[in-house]
Each structure stands twice: as C-alpha cells, then as structure tokens.
C-alpha cells in the first residue's frame, strides 16, 4: 500500500527508505513548520513527521508542564488537550526516568490504562516513547507512536532510531517555540538540527556546527559584514554538511583512507547538499545552499565541486572553509587524532592564498584567542556510564579471541602512528595503514600478528617507513623464525621499500619498565603478563591518564600490581576468553573464565577503576555475558566489541 504525503510517495512501512528518502521526508514538514507561528499547530506538524517516519498509526506530542508537576498532548485540531500527572502511564515513565519504551502488546503492561481504549474505541496494541531532551539534557517531552502499520505490526529498532532523530529535532524546534513564537527563530532552530544530524550520521564531535557556526560569525564581523548578515552565516553555517546525509555509511565512518571511487562519493555531498535547499526562497535557507555548495571551494581554484577561484568564491563560502578546516583538523575523528595548535597553525600558514583567502587567515590570527575561547566553551566531552568525564581514548580495532565473520583478533589503535597487536589491521584501517610505523607486540600468537602479513602485501608499494615490530625477544624470535620467514611469509626484514635503502620491516625488542614515547604527551610502557609464551601487557598514558591493556593473560598479579601503584591509571583492559565450564581448558591455555578473573579482581585495592573485557571467543558470547554478570560483583562491567571507542 502507499500513502502520499505532502507530495512525497512513501511505502506503508519506511523500512526501505534511504537517507535522501528521510531527508526529504523531513523537509516536507521543515517547509511546514516553518509556515506555522501557533504552537499547537507546530505540534501537529512535529507529530505528523513522527508518523510518517516510523509507519505509526497515530502521534501524540508530550510536552512537560513549567511546573514540572504534569504534561500534556493537543490530539487533534478542536479538541482540547490532554493533561495528566508527570508520572503517569508510559509515557510518565519514560519522561520520569528518561527510558526510551518499546512495547509490542500494551495490554501485556501494567503501566497501561486500558479505560483510555474502552472510552475511546480505539484498539492500542505496538507503542514506543522517545523521550525528548533540551540543550541542558532536560526532559521536556517526549514522542508516542502507536499501533504500526506494517506486517509485522510490531515497532523495531530502525523505527527507534528514525523517532530519536526525530525527538531531537522536534525537542530544539518546541524549546524555540516556547520561547519566541517568530517564524525566524523556530526555522533558526531547525536549520541547527539538520546540519546536527548530518554530523551525527558521520559520527563526528557533537559541537562541531556550533563552533563552526560561531567562529563563522566572529569572522565575518571581523571582516566586515554587517550584524544581521553576519547572524545569518552563522545560522546558515550549521547546514555546510547537510550533503553527507545521502552519503552511505561504509564511505561515511570508514577509518581509513578513501580509494579514488570512495573519494569520488565523498566529495558529491557539497553538490547534493546544494541541490537540497537551493529552491528554498527563505533567506536563511538560501544562506545554507551556498555554504553548502562552496565550503570546498580553495582560493587558488583547487577545490571541488566547481572548481571557482579567489572572490569567485562567495564570502560565505570562504568563511565557512576556514572555520570548517580548523575544527576538523582539532577534533578526534573516526580516521584521526585531533591536530595540536602549532600543526594546524602551520598550515593555515602555508595555505594562506592556496586554500583560504589571505585575508581571512589574517583575520583569524588577529581574533585566535577570541576563536580559542569559543573552542573551550563549547568543547567535547567523553561521559562513560560512571559519568566522569575522560580527556582521552583509544579504538579496539579487533576485540575477539578468534576470527569469524564479523569478529576481528586483537589490536588496538593508539594514535595515527601507533597500534598494539596486529590481529585485525587491515579491514578497519585499509589503506590507512600505511601510516602505521610501529606494532607493539603483546606476543606472538597467530591472532595477534596476522595482519602484519597483509598490510605489507597490500600497501608494500606504498608505504614510505619501515614497519618497526617492537616486543619482547622472544616474541620477535618467534616472528621471524616461524612467520615472517620465506616459508609462510616473505622476510620483509630483508626486502627495501620502493625507492628507498629503508627494509620494509625492522625489529625493536622491548625492555620491561621502560617508558616510551610515542606522541605530544604520550607514553606506553610494557609489564610481563602470564600466558603459555613469553607475553607482555601495556600501559598507554597520555597527559594525566593511563589505560593498562593486558589482551591475554591468566594471573592478574602483574595488573593488580600496576594499577594499584600508578594512580594515573583510571581504566583497565583485560581477557575472558572461555565460559565456567571450560574452566581446565583455560587454565591450560592460560586464559581466564569469569569466575576466575573476578576472583582475582578480588585482591585489588582500588575501585576508581573503569574495567572493559576482550577476547571472548564469539561462540561462547552470550554466555560467557551471562556469567559475567553473574559473577561481577561490585563491577561495573564494560564488554568490548570490534569499533568501540574506550574513554580513559
């Protein structure tokens, strides 16, 4: 069956809507609201868009009372709203205690009020509720979609998430209209968000478009423009990368390099994001479609997608460049390490006339402290589930302790340079790993040197410094002597880099205790660990903070020893590999179960400690889960999956 929505065709059931589909789907209630200054009206049109994004039969809009004591619903035009206590119902729970709500039978939950269906007529079966939050993480509402029109008639996870994105729209748009019923301000708000969620779907830092749309202001005021222009840039500015929304995720969040077909998908998102709102007569939205369209533009004619030169480019566009480049290159991305001031002053320098206009790069050095300041007040923060808030992290590239569809072997990323272990390189990095000058070995068991192999065979060509395999003697003995040997593996050790007199391959063995640096403010340092081959666990520092990262061991003494004499240490990584039951097996192998590990966790001193789990073999996942809940005791325990980033 189709329905036909405001001009839009769309199936009965979204499932198969792409992202151009949803976009376009939101902007068919953006032009809506943006038409509307009455909040009932707004509401309507927000609980429309919630329908039509999750295949509802119905959508209310709750929105908390001032007093904080109520909230209430405007159902239907003509009829007056609906108000009852905070903490009633469903949806009271979901506002009360911030729970998102999935329900497949209402009737099955003591929650629901079934006199509502008896007065009503209505048969209510499927409901979920997305609370929704303010800037300062306030409840001030929350979406309700009931009865799902598809064949399953049951809500899923991919209808949770389009309503969560369609909370955080309809959540800032309400804030807006409470505070100023003005059309201006409620399609300010709504700009906001679209380029929100574009940085969302890429995984970016989730200030970035304010701090653009804010150093994008203090330029333009610096070079001239007027107030109100000015303000409008800054509102347009969130919107620069609204193409990335039609971009599919595998080019999006890929970690690595793009090959020339992925940067050729890439680099559309300023034409799509253009042709997205280039029709919109609204001076805001007309503002967007040239940030959009010209934020990759370069003042020496280099840029994409039009190729334009020096003022050929619109001041929007040269303005936007600059405050989009510096962000980029000072925040932690899925592909990199946030740049330091000096590295991106340096260049800002050298492209001073290539990249961006001369003059804008003087005005930014003029007003650097000025663009340092907005930079603090809205910075990121890391909040793991104990709510602190760490500075620092690393990516688990491989978590599992074997390999299978799906499931990647041991391996850490440190920085650009740096990794632990090479079980699972070359997927997640691709051609990025090209960059990667050094692999501190924890030992040398095949699931934690494998992909050593394949990033040389792939990006022999192309890489330009020795691959330095640093780890104990003995685990570089056994690399050399039974791997990387000319009978499984090429000697890369003994083969010159293309054009060069440096080998592909270089050795380091590793001393005990010692400190390494490896990055501004970085350290690592090796500590024995207890496993069938000579084997060794790292401490990763960076400023203030350290991870301590085992991989595979079976006595915990060494660990307990270093967390509870380095105060720095604020996390820990260590295995479990097989569940209870297998616990001779590990024992043999040198592995640990759940029970064996909390049991030892029991001698450590300190609890200010933040512990993640690896190297469960995936075959045992769900119960090796079980018995670790079972069995943790006071810990609040993480387990680690292949892509998790780990605060610290």
């Known amino acids: 069956m189709i329905r036909i929505i405001n001009g839009v065709s769309m199936q009965k059931h979204q499932q198969s809507l792409g992202a151009n589909e949803i976009l376009e789907l939101i902007f068919v209630h953006l032009a809506e609201v943006s038409s509307l200054q009455n909040y009932d009206d707004i509401l309507q049109v927000l609980a429309k868009m919630g329908r039509s994004l999750t295949s509802a039969d119905r959508c209310s809009i709750w929105v908390v009372s001032d007093d904080k004591k109520s909230i209430w619903t405007k159902v239907a035009q003509g009829i007056d709203r609906i108000e009852m206590p905070i903490n009633t119902g469903i949806v009271g729970d979901a506002i009360v205690n911030g729970h998102r709500i999935l329900i497949d039978d209402v009737y099955e939950d003591d929650r629901f009020n079934k006199e509502i269906d008896q007065k009503s007529g209505y048969k209510t079966k499927a409901m979920m509720v997305i609370p929704m939050y303010d800037y300062d993480d306030n409840i001030i509402g929350a979406f309700q979609v009931i009865n799902h029109q598809g064949e399953t008639e049951k809500f899923d996870k991919r209808d949770m998430e389009r309503l969560t994105l369609a909370s955080t729209y309809a959540a800032e748009t309400i804030v807006s209209a409470k505070l100023a019923m003005e059309i201006e301000a409620t399609q300010k708000e709504v700009v906001f968000t679209m380029g929100s969620i574009a940085e969302s779907r890429s995984k970016e830092t989730g200030n970035h478009v304010k701090r653009v749309a804010e150093y994008s202001k203090l330029i333009a005021l610096a070079y001239g423009l007027n107030e109100d222009e000015a303000e409008l840039l800054k509102q347009a500015s969130p919107m620069h990368d609204i193409g990335k929304v039609a971009i599919p995720d595998s080019i999006l969040n890929k970690p690595g390099r793009f090959d020339e077909n992925e940067r050729f998908i890439m680099n559309t998102h300023a034409e799509l994001g253009y042709k997205m709102i280039k029709d919109s007569q609204r001076p805001l939205l007309k503002a967007a479609s040239i940030v959009a369209y010209q934020h990759h533009e370069k003042w020496d004619g280099t840029g994409y997608p039009q190729g334009l030169a020096g003022e050929e480019i619109h001041i929007y566009g040269r303005i936007t460049a600059l405050a989009d480049v510096f962000d980029a290159l000072g925040s932690d991305r899925v592909y990199k390490k946030a740049w330091s001031d000096e590295r991106i002053f340096k260049l800002f320098k050298e492209e001073r006339g290539k990249h961006f206009d001369p003059k804008l790069v003087d005005i930014f050095f003029q007003h650097i402290q000025e663009i340092k300041a907005i930079r603090e007040e809205f910075s990121d923060t890391y909040v793991d589930k104990e709510g602190e808030k760490p500075t ?15 499931y990647g072997t041991s391996a850490i990323y440190l920085n650009r340079e740096n990794v632990i272990d090479a079980g699972n390189l070359l997927e997640p990095l691709n051609i990025e790993s090209i960059e990667i000058e050094n692999i501190w070995m924890t030992h040398s068991h095949l699931d934690h040197i494998i992909d050593i192999a394949y990033i040389l065979d792939n990006y022999f060509n192309l890489r330009k410094k020795s691959l330095n395999i640093i780890g104990l003697p003995e685990t570089i003995q056994a690399i050399k002597e039974n791997f990387l040997n000319n009978t499984i593996w090429p000697d890369f050790s003994k083969i010159k880099l293309v054009g060069s007199d440096k080998m592909a391959v270089s050795y380091t063995e590793i001393e005990l205790g010692k400190e390494y640096t490896i990055g501004e403010g970085e350290t690592i340092k090796a500590f024995p660990t207890d496993h069938t081959v000579p084997s060794c666990g790292y401490i990763y520092k960076k400023g203030k903070s350290a991870i301590l990262m085992t991989l595979d061991t079976y006595s915990l003494e060494t660990l307990i020893a270093e967390v509870d004499e380095d105060e720095s240490i604020n996390s820990i990584i260590v295995e479990c590999s097989f569940p209870n039951e297998l616990e001779d097996l590990a024992k043999m192998s040198k592995h640990l179960t759940p029970k064996l590990l909390f049991k030892q966790l029991e001698k450590l001193k300190r609890e200010n ?18 018995e670790i809940e079972e069995f943790r005791g006071k810990w609040a325990v993480n387990i680690v999956n292949d892509g998790n980033f780990i605060n610290f």
């Open 392 to 406: 620092h992290h690393i990516k688990v590239l491989g978590a599992y302790g074997t390999k299978s569809k799906g």
């Open 609 to 626: 400690i933040t512990l993640y789990i690896n190297h469960i073999k995936p075959s045992f996942f769900k119960k090796i889960s079980d």
